[in-house]
């Protein structure tokens, strides 16, 4: 238990410093455009990978930037790059 107590007390302190007015901004941006590309090089890529997963999961259309299959990105689109 020590352990997930650590896991969570930094997951909070995380969470704490995100700014609540931009993550709405981002969530709304999200939901309204019409395909998200996601793009992250390194660990950040990595992170790109699960995250646009899980929006299409969602129903969204999201694509890795960068990928053989990703169409091209166009007006009414939103780009989100990880670093």
């Known amino acids: 238990m ?24 981002l969530v709304d941006g999200i939901l309204s455009s019409r395909g998200i590309f996601i793009a992250g090089m390194g660990r950040s890529g990595l992170m790109a990978r699960p995250f646009a997963m899980r929006l299409t999961q969602m129903g969204l259309r999201a694509y890795l930037a960068g990928d053989a299959t990703t169409p091209a990105i166009d007006k009414g689109d939103l780009l989100i790059a990880i670093s």
């Open 2 to 25: 020590e352990l997930l107590d650590k896991i969570l007390e930094e997951l909070g302190s995380i969470l704490r410093q995100v700014d609540e007015g931009n993550a709405e901004k």
